[in-house]
């Protein structure tokens, strides 16, 4: 599989649909088109999307967010595998780019890779300002993750900066 910027880890995090791919029937590695944000795909295989047969539609306060050299990094972003969010798009920029989608992260795997000290406190710091503000009990969001809500991890590929967005179902 080919390696993307803006998203580290197709395979694991990118979310896979059993419907066989529209532009040419292949039945693996099909990427589900309702995360594409618009109405008329249902599946796109890898190979398909690679060959850029399909891509992801940008919402306009999403392209909003990068400035210099905009074109090329919305591009760019377009044709990069959708992330399966819960609600809406909210992929973050740092360094006035898109960040790198890193995945989807329960406690052991923030614990795992951050280490157990101070562990809720270091998850408050990495929060995205949108997601900061809409916390009424850091603890509760906290227990929460991996059940009814979904940490999505981003990193700068530029300062090395780590955002995560929770979005609940
Ligand atoms: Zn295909
Ligand atoms: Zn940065």
């Not at 649909?17 to 796109?44: A, H, M, W």
């Not at 920029?93 to 992260?105: L, W």
Request: hydrophobic share 35%; proline share 3%; charged share 25%.
């Amino acid at each position: 599989m080919k390696k993307y910027k803006y998203f580290a880890d197709v395979e694991q995090y990118a979310f896979f649909t059993k419907t066989p791919c529209q532009f040419c029937g292949n039945e693996s590695n099909c990427l589900e088109g309702i995360y594409f944000d618009r109405e008329n795909i249902e599946s796109v295989c890898m190979s398909c999307f690679e060959k850029m047969k399909a891509c992801v539609e940008v919402p306009s306060y999403i392209r909003r967010r990068v400035n210099i050299d905009s074109a090329t990094k919305i591009e760019q972003l377009k044709y990069t595998p959708p992330i399966p969010w819960v609600q809406y798009n909210d992929w973050q920029v740092c360094c006035d780019d898109f960040m790198t989608y890193i995945g989807e992260y329960d406690q052991d795997a923030f614990s795992n890779k951050y280490g157990v000290e101070g562990t809720v406190e270091l998850f408050e710091s990495m929060l995205s300002k949108d997601t900061h503000v809409k916390v009424d009990d850091i603890n509760v969001l906290w227990e929460d993750i991996g059940y009814n809500t979904v940490a999505y991890f981003f990193m700068c590929s530029h300062c090395g900066k780590t955002l995560i967005v929770c979005q609940s179902y």
